[in-house]
């Protein structure tokens, strides 16, 4: 059975930054694409982040390049997600996935396995 776990979320001034992290369970993440979306209240979900191939495809919308950094950990089956000079519409639910395909973006069509999610508030 597949479980990811997120935690690191919490509440941050704006400018600051924060990590999040997913533990994965019955899954290695080394295996296809793993990738952070986020949804606020009243807003469709979106993809932030996504990485691939072991950690050499990275991929990124405009809204956050330049300030998240994906990352992950193959020894602690660990994803992470870096979030420096945070805004407050970064404000939402951060959730991880999972997807066994080798190429995947940032629709969450393609992703197989989900998160239960961790909040991220940022404060004006």
């Known amino acids: 059975q597949v479980q990811l776990v997120e935690s690191g979320g919490g509440s941050v001034q704006a400018g600051g930054s924060l990590r999040v992290s997913c533990a994965a369970y019955g899954y290695s993440v080394s295996w296809g694409c793993m990738a952070w979306f986020r949804q606020a209240p009243g807003k469709e979900r979106e993809g932030v982040a996504v990485?691939?191939?072991?950690?050499?495809?990275?991929s990124y919308p405009d809204s956050v390049k330049g300030r998240f950094t994906i990352s992950q950990d193959n020894a602690k089956n660990t994803v992470y997600l870096q979030m420096d000079s945070l805004k407050p519409e970064d404000t939402a639910m951060y959730y991880c996935a999972a997807s066994f395909r080798l190429v995947a973006g940032l629709s969450s069509e393609s992703y197989n396995y989900w998160g239960q999610g961790t909040q991220v508030t940022v404060s004006s």
């Open positions: 990485i691939c191939s072991g950690g050499s495809r990275k």
